[in-house]
């Protein structure tokens, strides 16, 4: 017997924050598996994978989480989300031009939102970094 789960939009919403707050407490196999919970419900949701990318890069796999990330933009070319995210994993990973191609792209395709300003902060961070170690 196959069972079919029908949820809303607002339902996906609901999970995603629960596993954002779930994240933002420290509790990283929760909200991963919250997170692949709204993956499985809605496969072709890319904010999953950007949210599943974050939890990789708060457990420092930057591999994986540059993986997850790269596999989003390769579907979507124009999800800033994943740009962004992808520039934050590359400057903690210390790939400084890597993260400044992202972290501008972000810019680019989100110029006033909410992750073209994460974006222009992670930016001002590179030039402080790469400032203070010479480069």
Do not use: C, H
Request: glycine letters at 6%.
């Amino acid at each position: 017997m196959a069972w079919t789960v029908r949820t809303t939009r607002e339902d996906l919403q609901t999970l995603l924050e629960a596993g954002f707050i779930l994240r933002a407490a420290g509790r990283l196999d929760d909200a991963q598996v919250v997170f692949q919970g709204v993956q499985a419900l809605s496969p072709n949701l890319s904010v999953a994978e950007v949210a599943l990318g974050t939890v990789d890069f708060e457990r420092g796999d930057f591999a994986r989480a540059r993986k997850r990330y790269e596999r989003v933009i390769e579907a979507n070319p124009r999800d800033a989300w994943a740009y962004a995210q992808l520039g934050e994993t590359e400057l903690f990973d210390r790939r400084y031009a890597e993260a400044k191609t992202a972290l501008d792209k972000a810019v680019e395709l989100d110029p006033k939102g909410p992750q073209g300003a994460l974006a222009r902060r992670l930016l001002k961070l590179l030039e402080e970094v790469r400032a203070a170690a010479g480069a």
